[in-house]
């Protein structure tokens, strides 16, 4: 008994330090609106990162300020945690945010402790209330009847979300929204007297876009409804079009994507209003689609140790060409891979273990425009040795044995990974893919490449093999391995040759400095096959031209802010 009270001051100090970090993510997400009004488009990229970071900023406070107010004989002390959680429970209770708290209260056991002691005793391996609680309300919304008059409704719509800047020429955009809209849906609908949409009450904010979300539905049947808006800077906000399709509403809340900035004030809610209009998604995706990664960390952690309790599944290599840095391992039925560091890389890498971990968590803070995906870094994870295939674990024991390892004969412990979405390597896709698909694999391959560019980031390494193809056809980047910044890049065209044994020589009759890259290198580098090798030059030539990267890098330096939209638009092409 005497411990309860000590137990109950370390809970407080928890969730003190947890209304710390809500607060501060709050007031960065509540400046996105102002940001948009006044197109500071860089101060959103720096808002997106500082949010990013401050988690475990937060994280790394609350733990200095424990060890200042407890000894660690004490704090440390596991058999005390059962009690701090227990008088944690009683804090969060009838908090509309207590899923966030929990993972919180995680985070902070796990920074004091070795993850040998986590237990569901001292933490929250299980949540202790389901995502969407009895006690929550109806989400937030804004309904609207058209009645017949569509055009009206549209009016009243973009009405209620006005900004402090005027619309650049409404009439023009209802009128063509509303024209998508009657393209977009069969032609019932829109006649429906019952036809209702509904839309979130608060604007979701990225990059250089806003976004209105909710739905479009009748008694029977219902569609998402995001409508994007852009501000065109000196001409005012634009309806940059309407988008009904489920999978194009998916892929702009998709793991490819920064993170949005949406005013929320009971989470719970609004995962609740996207999971309906796109059933789809994993409630995982979803908060870390609005910023709350580390309880997407939680949910997709509680979602794979299920699929492991309930299903026959094991752990297999991925399909693909063996990786040069990583090592990675799938699981046929669950949607992701993983994916470990080699304790040995092949002599061509020149890098080091301590430069791939740095690489992999700067995706996480930049932009990564739907063309690199998102990764969540474990440590510490533990699987039945029964879980996994043979011939899978003996390489993984093989290529990786400081970070693979077997526990007590029965158990495999992983120190080191990364998940990330499973995709189809882009190499295997062209490999069954008909002509059609080819050059359409080939066209978005190169987009990816120009579009990464455009966020100021060069993949460095753009073999096939290391991008893959979403089940929406989309073509991404995963090997983060040999990335950098565009404007660290010194893009060169290869010098004449001085004789003509040049030509025959092994080496280059040129001096190569560690970051020079030569983008007349790059057709037979990137293609062995004759046919695909004239197709990508046709499509996307200007990426063997030297002079193409150096534009691109002028305007970065020039601080030019390039559109990247997460929807498909007609003529989308970065130029």
Known sequence: ??????????????????????????????????????????????????????YEEKVSEVGERLRSSFNDEFLLDVELWPLVKSAYIGLID????????????????????????????????????????????????????????LNQALRQIFDDYRFSVAYEDLDRDVLRVEEQLRTNLPDWVCKDPELCIELFSATLYRNKGAYLVGRIYTRDEQWPLVFPLLHREGQGIQIDTLITDEAEVSIIFSFTRSYFMVRVEIPAEFIGFLKRILPGKHIAELYTSIGFYKHGKSEFYRSLINHLATTDDKFIMAPGVRGMVMSVFTLP??????????????????????????????????????????????????????????????????????TVEIENEDTVLIRHCWTERRMTPLNIYLEHANEAQV?????????????????????????????????????????????????????????????????????????????????????????????????????????????????????????????????????????
């Open 333 to 402: 039925g669950f949607n992701t891979v993983f994916k470990i560091i080699k304790d040995r890389f092949s002599p061509s890498k020149n890098v080091d273990r301590a430069t791939v971990i740095e690489k992999y968590r700067l995706v996480k803070s930049v932009d990564r425009v739907g063309r690199m995906a998102d990764t969540q870094e474990f440590a510490d994870f533990r699987f039945p040795k029964a879980k996994f295939d043979p011939e899978c674990l003996a390489e993984l024991l093989e290529v990786a044995p400081s």
């Open 94 to 149: 009838l908090r509309f945010d207590d899923e966030l708290a929990e993972t919180w209260f995680n985070s902070i056991f796990c920074g004091l402790f070795s993850h040998d002691q986590i237990s569901d005793g001292c933490m929250f391996i299980h949540t202790t209330r389901p995502a969407l609680r009895p006690h929550v309300s109806a989400p937030q919304t804004r309904s609207y009847l058209p009645q017949g008059n």
């Open 439 to 575: 050059r359409e694999a080939l066209e978005d391959y190169g987009l990816a490449i120009k579009q990464l560019a455009a966020a100021n980031i060069f993949p460095g390494d753009m073999l096939l093999k290391n991008f893959g193809v979403t089940r929406h056809g989309r073509v991404v980047f995963y090997d983060y391995d040999e990335i950098c910044y565009l404007t660290e890049a010194n893009f060169r065209r290869i010098p004449p040759p001085r004789y003509p044994e040049d030509e025959m020589a092994s080496e280059p009759w040129y001096s190569v400095a560690p970051l020079d890259v030569f983008p007349e290198e790059f057709p037979p580098f990137l293609f062995a096959d004759i046919g695909q090798r004239r197709l990508f030059s046709q499509l996307h030539g200007d990426l063997y031209d030297a002079d193409y990267w150096k534009g691109l890098q002028e305007a970065i330096r020039a601080g030019k802010v390039i559109d990247v939209f997460p929807y498909r638009r007609k003529g989308d092409r970065v130029v």
């Open 1 to 54: 008994m005497a411990q309860q009270r000590p137990a109950a001051d370390i809970a407080r100090q928890i969730l003190d330090g947890f209304d710390d970090y809500r607060a501060h993510f709050r007031e960065i997400t509540n400046g996105a609106r102002a940001r948009f009004e006044q197109a500071q488009w860089q101060e959103a990229q720096a808002a997106s990162a500082a949010r990013i970071n401050l």
